[in-house]
């Protein structure tokens, strides 16, 4: 299988770094990056991604709007919500919307490892 494209939306320069070390280290490399709603849904129309990890916070549209948008242009992408809220609501609220799957912040390495190994078997069946 190609290596999967990859789409990291977070707004925190820090948790971009972390995110994105930790997918380079499981050997994929097909890695972008958005830091904003609307950089998220430009970045989704142009790369198609597979995975996209998707923070609720971030500014201009916050990632719960930007589920829909994402999933119009890129019905594909498997979105994996990766937040410190821990709401019910909210996370029935991204389910609903089409996430596939939350990781709540702070994370264990091997958690964000496991889910995205998880999701890239599915893709590659």
């Known amino acids: 299988m190609k290596d999967p494209v990859i789409l990291v939306a977070e707004d925190s320069k820090y948790m971009r770094t972390v995110i994105g070390m930790t997918i380079k280290g499981m050997g994929y490399n097909s890695l972008f990056f958005a830091a904003d709603g ?3 849904i430009e ?3 142009l790369l198609k991604p597979d995975i ?4 609720i916070t971030i500014p201009k549209i916050n990632g719960l709007d930007v ?3 994402i999933l119009e242009v890129s019905p594909s992408s498997i979105i994996i919500m990766v ?11 991204a389910i609903k919307s089409g996430a596939s799957d939350f990781i709540h912040k702070p ?5 964000l490892e496991n889910v995205i190994r998880s999701h890239v078997q599915k893709i590659s069946v």
Not at 52 to 55: A, F, H, P, S, V
Not at 83 to 93: L, S
């Open 38 to 40: 609307f950089e998220t």
């Open 83 to 93: 937040t410190a809220m821990h709401n019910q609501d909210i996370i029935k609220q």
């Open 107 to 111: 994370f264990q390495k091997e958690t």
């Open 43 to 45: 970045k989704a129309i």
């Open 52 to 55: 996209i990890t998707l923070d």
């Open 67 to 69: 589920i829909p948008e």
